[in-house]
Structures are given as C-alpha cells and as structure tokens.
C-alpha cells in the first residue's frame, strides 16, 4: 500500500509509521515539510483541524481515499469530510482503538436496559492534550444515547482512559477501557487504511470496519 500521512513528524505520526512499517510513505506533510514522492492510494491524519482543509485537498487531487482520527474537529467539518466521501473512501473517528469501539457496541447495545441509572463519564489524557472532553468521551456519551455528566483530568504521559459509569440507589456498574500505548490507535489505522483500499466511496465510522471484518 502506498499512503500519505499529515502530521508525519508528529508523535501520533510517527507512531503510524512504525506500524505502517511494511507499506510505503509516498508523501509526508506536517506544519513546515511536505515530501511527495508518488501519488498515495490511502491518506492517514491524525494532525490537528488547522490542516484539514489540505488534507482534503490532497485526497481529492490523488483520489486518495482517508483515514482520519483528528479530534476537537466542529460539525461543518464532519459535513465537508461527508461530501468528500461522495467521491472517495473516508474513514471517520474520534479513537481507533479496537476496545473503545467494542465498548461503543456495548453501549448501545445495553445503555437501554440501565435508562433509569444514572450515568457520567470520566476520561484522563496526558497533559498535553488541548480538547476537553475528548472525542472518545463524546463517542461513548453518544453511544449510550443521552446527556451525562463527562469530567476530564489531564495527567502525565496517560494515553488514555475511559470510564462510563451507572448507578442506581443499591449498585454501581463501570465499564472502561484503558489504552497502554499510542500504538494501538495506529494499529486500528492500518486496519481502517486496509479497509479503505477496496471501499467504495462513502463515509465510514471504524465501527463499521470493525462490522465489516466481522461478516468475512
């Protein structure tokens, strides 16, 4: 496979080239670089909405089809990364990792049975992270389909944590998912970059690559 990747000197970015090991970066962007070297079948951007706007512009200009796990983007940039998937493959989410997305099934799958729980949700990054909540917060909240309380700690290296709990007058059930490495949101993006190859045009969420693998 061949793939572009924005935000390639970043952290994220070069946690994604490390697992992308065994394919070829043919172009590389990040704030003061751009290296094109061939025309990429997939674009990976894990980078920050400021670039949005030319990442689009390079999948639409090498028909590339997208990968993209940038967070804090706004509503009008989910609608303008739709119309993009008129044309090619895009693949849209807050967190890539494989247990956040199994635990987003989760919730929407039995948040209906705990309706008159209460329910908060409680996430911890490194300090370094800038939105508040994260995407992945917003994730679950929308999985579990209501309105709750979300508080956000911002601590050290942590990659990340998640924690929905619900509680009645007699019981309290967590459910949370803990990331140990960076690498695993990289790992879902090379299964995200592998789905999008074959793709039809579309927007996708990478619950539903996950679905996808699941029916072959």
């Given at each position: 496979?061949?793939?572009?990747?924005?935000?390639?000197?970043?952290?994220?970015?070069?946690?994604?080239?490390?697992?992308?090991?065994?394919?070829?970066?043919?172009?590389?962007?990040?704030?003061?670089?751009?290296?094109?070297?061939?025309?990429?079948?997939?674009?990976?951007?894990?980078?920050?909405?400021?670039?949005?706007?030319?990442?689009?512009?390079?999948?639409?200009?090498?028909?590339?089809?997208?990968?993209?796990?940038?967070?804090?983007?706004?509503?009008?940039?989910?609608?303008?990364?739709?119309?993009?998937?008129?044309?090619?493959?895009?693949?849209?989410?807050?967190?890539?990792?494989?247990?956040?997305?199994?635990?987003?099934?989760v919730l929407k799958e039995?948040?209906?049975?705990?309706?008159?729980?209460?329910?908060?949700?409680?996430?911890?990054?490194?300090?370094?992270?800038?939105?508040?909540?994260?995407?992945?917060?917003?994730?679950?909240?929308?999985?579990?389909?209501?309105?709750?309380?979300?508080?956000?700690?911002?601590?050290?290296?942590?990659?990340?944590?998640?924690?929905?709990?619900?509680?009645?007058?007699?019981?309290?059930?967590?459910?949370?998912?803990?990331?140990?490495?960076?690498?695993?949101?990289?790992?879902?993006?090379?299964?995200?970059?592998?789905f999008a190859l074959d793709?039809?045009?579309?927007?996708?969420?990478?619950?539903?690559?996950?679905?996808?693998?699941?029916?072959?």
């Open positions: 496979m061949k793939y572009g990747l924005v935000g390639a000197f970043g952290r994220m970015g070069l946690e994604i080239r490390k697992v992308f090991s065994e394919h070829t970066l043919c172009l590389a962007v990040d704030v003061d670089k751009e290296e094109i070297n061939d025309t990429p079948q997939v674009v990976v951007d894990f980078s920050s909405p400021a670039a949005l706007p030319r990442t689009i512009n390079i999948c639409r200009g090498y028909k590339s089809a997208l990968v993209i796990g940038t967070t804090a983007i706004s509503k009008d940039d989910i609608e303008r990364l739709r119309e993009l998937g008129q044309d090619v493959a895009v693949v849209q989410s807050f967190n890539f990792s494989v247990g956040v997305n199994v635990l987003s099934m039995f948040s209906p049975c705990l309706s008159d729980w209460d329910l908060e949700i409680v996430e911890i990054h490194h300090k370094h992270k800038k939105d508040a909540p994260s995407g992945t917060a917003l994730l679950l909240r929308d999985a579990a389909g209501r309105d709750c309380q979300m508080h956000s700690l911002r601590l050290g290296a942590v990659p990340g944590d998640h924690y929905a709990l619900f509680s009645n007058e007699g019981e309290v059930l967590v459910l949370s998912h803990r990331a140990v490495s960076r690498s695993v949101f990289a790992i879902g993006a090379l299964r995200a970059a592998m793709a039809k045009p579309g927007f996708y969420s990478f619950e539903e690559v996950l679905r996808c693998t699941l029916k072959k």
